[in-house]
């Protein structure tokens, strides 16, 4: 009789393990993602890298009037902005009164200053990312995996020499604005990518 009950005991557990088992399993795949989701997206497409940016955890992307920026934003212009014929500018950017960042607009005018669209900026720090390429984390690796080859790759002296292209680029904007829609990466003698500015241009419709 105790052997029987024994056996009875050891199946009824054998049972258990294989069930919990089972239920950890399914729980494991119930919970990953997804392949499409965590698949990282590649290819150079200004569309999708427009409204790929993320400032401090808040997302944002460009181009976007001054007068769109939401109740937590705020502007004022850069002690180095000019009004001119060409309307181009540069205004501090804030986020509950935080600066967070310097924004190139365009469409800018003395007296209807709120017509300015932001149309350019650039992130240095590991807390920012534009289409997740990350200042001070990501690689120039990461960047040819993940676009292919620069369309122009431009080289100086300094912190980052050299600066990786891509998209249309503008080369006779001297003081107005770039009319370019791209990316350009500062990349340092590391290979660590910089900083990333992001340039979107679209005329204005009034234009």
């Known amino acids: 009789m105790k052997r029987k009950i024994l056996l009875i005991l050891s199946s009824l557990m054998l049972i258990f393990c294989v069930t919990a088992c089972s239920k950890q399993t399914d729980s494991s795949t119930a919970n990953e993602p997804e392949a499409s989701q965590t698949e990282e997206e590649k290819g150079f497409d200004m569309e999708r890298i427009r409204k790929s940016i993320v400032i401090k955890g808040q997302t944002f992307e460009i181009p976007t009037p001054l007068a769109d920026l939401g109740e937590e934003w705020t502007w004022k212009e850069h002690e ?6 060409d309307g181009n500018g540069l205004v501090y950017l804030y986020y509950k009164g935080e600066e967070w960042f310097i924004a190139t607009v365009h469409n800018y005018y003395e007296g209807s200053e709120n017509e300015g669209i932001i149309y350019n900026l650039t992130i240095d720090t590991s807390d920012c990312s534009i ?3 990350v200042p001070l984390e990501s690689t120039r690796q990461d960047v040819v995996d993940k676009y292919g080859e620069p369309v122009e790759i431009f080289t100086r002296t300094g912190d980052y020499p050299h ?4 998209g249309t680029i503008d080369h006779d904007a001297g003081l107005g604005p770039m009319k370019q829609q791209g990316l350009s990466m500062g990349i340092d003698e590391n290979d660590i990518v910089t900083e990333v500015s992001i340039t979107y241009y679209v005329e204005p419709e009034n234009n």
């Open 80 to 85: 180095n902005s000019y009004w001119g014929t």
């Open 163 to 166: 600066f990786y292209r891509y």
């Open 131 to 133: 289409d997740g390429l």
